[in-house]
Nanobody, 124 residues
Framework: QEQLVESGGGLVQPGGSVRLSCTAS????????LGWFRQAPGEEREFVAG???????AYEDSVKGRFTISRDNAKNTVYLEMNSLKTDDTAVYYC??????????????????WGKGSLVTVSS
């Protein structure tokens, strides 16, 4: 019954990199903007990055220049390449459908497709 499934994550050192993957159903992938949200310990869940069906991207200010969201249409998969990782990036990362009033300015919200997520722990 899962329509969005995350994979990847794990333990990584500060300054390191990791790539998360999210595979969606063909229907969801083709018509919706998809993206990543994260929830750090003791923090509220927040938007990280999004990508439209046309390939336009948006990022939270704290990850701009470090994270890259991309998509593989043939595989119905969205990726989040995370570079120059900081301890503050430690969180459970979730893939979800993203909706908004203004894609350029935000804010960004998620549909109710929450799964287990993928834990990324940045620690030395």
């Amino acid at each position: 019954q899962e329509q969005l499934v995350e994979s990847g994550g794990g333990l990584v050192q500060p300054g390191g990199s990791v790539r998360l993957s999210c595979t969606a159903s063909a229907t969801i992938f083709s018509i919706n903007t998809l993206g990543w949200f994260r929830q750090a310990p003791g923090e509220e869940r927040e938007f990280v990055a999004g990508i439209t069906s046309a390939g336009m991207t948006a990022y939270e200010d704290s990850v701009k220049g470090r994270f890259t969201i991309s998509r593989d249409n043939a595989k119905n998969t969205v990726y989040l390449e995370m570079n120059s990782l900081k301890t503050d990036d430690t969180a459970v990362y979730y893939c979800n459908v993203v909706y908004y009033s203004d894609f350029v300015r935000g804010p960004y919200y998620a549909r109710n497709y929450w799964g287990k997520g993928s834990l990324v722990t940045v620690s030395s």
